[in-house]
């Protein structure tokens, strides 16, 4: 872990090829979250009603073309998204593999880039079987919340959360191990092990090897400590802003306010794209030393 991190911290192309990654698989939400009001039960009808409405009142074509638009949005998310943010993880996993501490360059072979992002997805079948549990019982918790709303200063996403604690942690530790299962996988892929043995020695290693478990838990606790102190910073200082804006401050206020935020979320997404990028590398460390 310590050889991993100062190898990242020395390289800004691993803190790109990470961060790329990183954005695509859905962290820009963790980017983007802390700096925008999260919607009220009120706000969430006036805006879904009137679609709602029409949809009702429009017939089953279009209640059938929403369906299938939104399958269409979401298929091409998960397979584009997967077949680039593969081919970045080939990119730097060669990166860091070609780094002094290991010299062990990965051959490029036809169709590398494919099976990656076929690890990236298969990993993650058993997410989608937590997800199917976990996705009812979140319904049920948004009925129960729409219905008898909580406490009014807390966000009702929190609510929500804290009405189906049990589904949202598991999903939380579905989703990391499915993460760290298929990264693991397509390291071994790129060293030169065929689709099923990597695979297999991506859960194998993930499960059985104690260095492997303490390698995703140091690395997420990283980011997650990163991320959730990143975000405090810009969701202080972007309502700060909002207040200058809404108060009518003066031209050298708003200046001033505009600029704290930028800075503070410009360091809040560098720092996230460094931890980023000693995780990726430590990962690849992980699994080359494995293999050696």
Same mark, same amino acid.
């Given at each position: 872990?310590?050889?991993?991190?100062?190898? /990242?911290? #020395?390289?800004?192309?691993?803190?790109?090829?990470?961060?790329?990654?990183?954005?695509?698989r859905?962290?820009?939400?963790?980017?983007?979250?802390?700096?925008?009001?999260?919607?009220?039960? /009120?706000?969430?009808?006036?805006?879904?009603?009137?679609?709602?409405?029409?949809?009702?009142f429009?017939?089953?074509?279009s209640?059938?073309n929403?369906?299938? #638009?939104?399958v269409?949005?979401?298929?091409?998310?998960?397979?584009?998204? /997967?077949v680039?943010?593969?081919?970045?993880?080939?990119?730097?996993?060669?990166?860091?593999?070609?780094?002094?501490d290991?010299?062990?360059?990965?051959?490029?072979?036809?169709?590398?880039v494919?099976?990656?992002?076929?690890?990236?997805?298969a990993?993650?079948?058993?997410?989608?079987?937590?997800?199917?549990?976990?996705?009812?019982?979140?319904?049920?918790?948004?009925?129960?919340?729409?219905?008898?709303p909580?406490?009014?200063?807390?966000?009702?996403?929190?609510?929500?959360?804290?009405?189906?604690?049990?589904?949202?942690?598991?999903?939380?530790? /579905?989703?990391?191990?499915g993460?760290?299962?298929? #990264?693991?996988?397509?390291?071994?892929?790129?060293?030169?092990?065929?689709?099923?043995?990597?695979?297999?020695? #991506?859960?194998?290693?993930?499960?059985?090897?104690?260095?492997?478990?303490?390698?995703?838990?140091?690395?997420?606790?990283?980011?997650?400590?990163?991320?959730?102190?990143?975000?405090?910073?810009?969701?202080?200082?972007?309502?700060a802003?909002?207040?200058?804006i809404?108060?009518?401050?003066?031209?050298?206020?708003l200046?001033?306010?505009?600029?704290?935020?930028?800075?503070?979320?410009?360091?809040?997404?560098?720092?996230?794209?460094?931890?980023?990028?000693?995780?990726?590398?430590?990962?690849?460390?992980?699994?080359?030393r494995?293999?050696?």
């Open positions: 872990m310590g050889t991993s991190l100062l190898a /990242a911290l #020395g390289r800004p192309t691993w803190w790109l090829l990470a961060m790329a990654a990183f954005l695509i859905g962290g820009l939400l963790v980017l983007v979250v802390p700096i925008v009001t999260l919607p009220t039960a /009120a706000g969430l009808t006036n805006v879904v009603a009137p679609t709602v409405v029409g949809l009702v429009g017939g089953t074509d209640l059938m929403l369906i299938v #638009g939104a269409v949005v979401v298929l091409v998310w998960l397979v584009g998204g /997967a680039i943010a593969a081919a970045i993880d080939v990119a730097l996993v060669d990166e860091v593999a070609r780094d002094d290991l010299d062990a360059p990965v051959a490029a072979r036809p169709g590398l494919l099976r990656a992002a076929t690890l990236r997805l990993a993650h079948v058993p997410t989608l079987v937590v997800l199917v549990w976990a996705g009812a019982r979140i319904a049920i918790a948004t009925y129960e919340e729409l219905a008898a909580g406490e009014a200063a807390v966000p009702m996403i929190v609510r929500i959360a804290l009405r189906a604690p049990e589904a949202v942690a598991a999903l939380t530790i /579905a989703w990391a191990l993460e760290a299962a298929g #990264g693991l996988a397509v390291r071994r892929l790129v060293a030169g092990s065929d689709l099923r043995r990597a695979l297999r020695d #991506g859960w194998l290693g993930l499960l059985l090897r104690p260095t492997t478990l303490a390698t995703l838990l140091l690395g997420n606790a990283a980011i997650v400590a990163i991320a959730v102190l990143s975000g405090g910073v810009a969701a202080v200082t972007s309502s802003l909002r207040l200058v809404v108060d009518g401050g003066s031209r050298t206020e200046l001033a306010a505009l600029f704290i935020f930028s800075i503070a979320w410009l360091a809040g997404a560098w720092l996230i794209a460094v931890a980023v990028a000693w995780r990726q590398a430590a990962w690849t460390f992980e699994a080359l494995a293999r050696r």
